[in-house]
């Protein structure tokens, strides 16, 4: 089983529609997360980052986490044209070094999302 | 709003040429890190740098590969003999401290002939 598993879509909504976007993982450790929105050629931008299990809300984006079933979820409320990306979800044990853990990211390979005008 | 700067956009380098791709961090974060994207494929994590030292690095890190930070303000990443399979995006980041947010740069692709 991979690491960390997303589907690739393409996904292909209309404009104003609740997206929702998942990842899986298998790796247990994980603790830290996140979701990037990257546009073609262009650096990924954090867009959420939540700690453990839980929700988190941010305008029209809200990150679950649910650490029991290894599964996390971004949802796009009202989505717009603007939107439109490639969205990764990216995890990590920890960022304390000194304390034992890993810096390290590891992503899910995208969801390329097009919101439709 | 501070961010992470990387140059060049793209540069385009024939096999085992050396190249240099470097990388100004936002300016208070401590915490440094490279990955890359080949094309199609996921972002991955290459290394990790911190107090002027390498954190941790991953298998693809091999002695073909070096970092350095060679003032306050720059974080380079050097490959010594390039091979065709170098061509990627590469990514440089930098680690807000007191959240543990991980900011990117827009990246610098790398094209190996």
């Known amino acids: 089983q991979k690491e960390v598993e997303q589907d690739p879509g393409p996904l292909s909504v209309p404009e104003g529609a609740i997206v929702s976007l998942n990842c899986t993982y298998s790796n247990s450790a994980f603790q830290y997360f996140m979701w990037y929105r990257q546009y073609s050629r262009k650096g990924p931008e954090l867009l959420m980052y939540t700690y453990s299990s839980g929700n988190k809300e941010d305008g029209r984006f809200t990150a679950q986490v649910d650490k029991s079933s290894k599964y996390i979820s971004l949802f796009i409320r009202d989505s717009q044209p603007s939107d439109s990306a490639t969205y990764l979800c990216?995890?990590?044990?920890?960022?304390?070094?000194?304390?034992?853990?890993?810096?390290?990211?590891?992503f899910g390979k995208g969801t390329k999302l097009t919101v439709n005008p | 709003e501070p961010e992470v700067t990387q140059t060049p956009s793209h540069q385009v380098t024939q096999m085992g040429q050396e190249v240099i791709l470097r990388c100004v961090p936002i300016?208070?974060?401590?915490?440094f890190y490279w990955y890359r994207q080949i094309l199609g494929q996921k972002v991955e994590f290459l290394v990790s740098?911190?107090?002027?030292?390498?954190?941790?690095k991953s298998e693809i890190f091999d002695d073909q590969f070096s970092v350095e930070r060679p003032d306050g303000s720059n974080f380079t990443l050097k490959i010594r003999s390039t091979k065709l399979e170098d061509s990627a995006m590469y990514f440089c980041a930098s680690k807000r401290q007191d959240t543990g947010e991980l900011f990117f740069g827009e990246g610098s692709r790398l094209t190996v002939l």
């Open positions: 990216a995890m990590s044990p920890g960022f304390l070094i000194t304390q034992g853990g890993s810096e390290k990211l590891v």
């Open positions: 300016s208070n974060h401590l915490y």
């Open positions: 740098f911190y107090n002027n030292e390498i954190s941790e």
